[in-house]
T-cell receptor, first 114, second 112 residues
């Protein structure tokens, strides 16, 4: 089985401050990990992924994520938050080499306060 | 124009009615997916298709059926809608890179 946990339903951060959105996962074998963002009344958009290699992954809009195998985590980060980053963020996982499809977390609503 | 187009965007219907949600894509991808989004539950996979002849059930396929009419078209049907099928439904495609999905704008379905 594979699963994703996003422990925070809501994260608030002031504009200009660093932000972190947390994600932990459970999967058999090596994971493929993803972050998606959903703006209001829109579909999800791919932000970044970890497949293999460097544990720090850089993605769109200045976001990055750090893969930590020992803690089974893949937290999303940004050094300086913008009001326009306010959106719903989803973490997703699938096992490498598996026929299983992506499993999504429950989502974290990020609000960046001006 | 959007690469993944869903119709209708909004639909209100009554219990017991048959509903079809349609999805078309211009990305040329073979893999297509239908997800359901409920608040606090994230996205759950209903059905997916790797090509016209390959249809697979996801984790919550009961009460739903699909049709892959062509590479570009993938429809989701609710044969007899019930209120707990009220949700936001998303179609998505996948290209060469596993897990990198391209989503439509969503179809909001309300079953009264």
């Amino acid at each position: 089985a594979q699963s994703v946990a996003q422990p925070e339903d809501q994260v608030n951060v002031a504009e200009g401050n660093p932000l972190t959105v947390k994600c932990t996962y459970s999967v058999s074998g090596n994971p493929y990990l993803f972050w998606y963002v959903q703006y209001p009344n829109r579909g999800l958009q791919f932000l970044l992924k970890y497949i293999t290699g460097d544990n720090l992954v850089k993605g769109s809009y200045g976001f990055e994520a750090e893969f930590n195998k020992s803690q089974t985590s893949f937290h999303l980060k940004k050094p300086s938050a913008l009001v326009s980053d306010s959106a719903l963020y989803f973490c997703a996982v699938r096992a490498s080499g598996s026929a299983r499809q992506l499993t999504f977390g429950s989502g974290t609503q990020l609000t960046v306060l001006p | 124009d959007a690469d993944v187009t869903q119709t209708p965007r909004n639909r209100i219907t009554k219990t017991g009615k048959r509903i079809m949600l349609e999805c078309s894509q211009t990305k040329g991808h073979d893999r297509m997916y239908w997800y359901r989004q409920d608040p606090g539950l994230g996205l759950r996979l209903i059905y997916y298709s790797f090509d016209v002849k390959d249809i697979n059930k996801g984790e919550i396929s009961d009460g739903y059926s699909v049709s892959r009419q062509a590479q570009a078209k993938f429809s989701l049907s609710l044969e007899s809608a019930i209120p707990n099928q009220t949700a936001l439904y998303f179609c998505a495609t996948q290209g060469r890179h596993p897990g990198e999905l391209f989503f439509g704008e969503g179809s909001r379905l309300t079953v009264l």
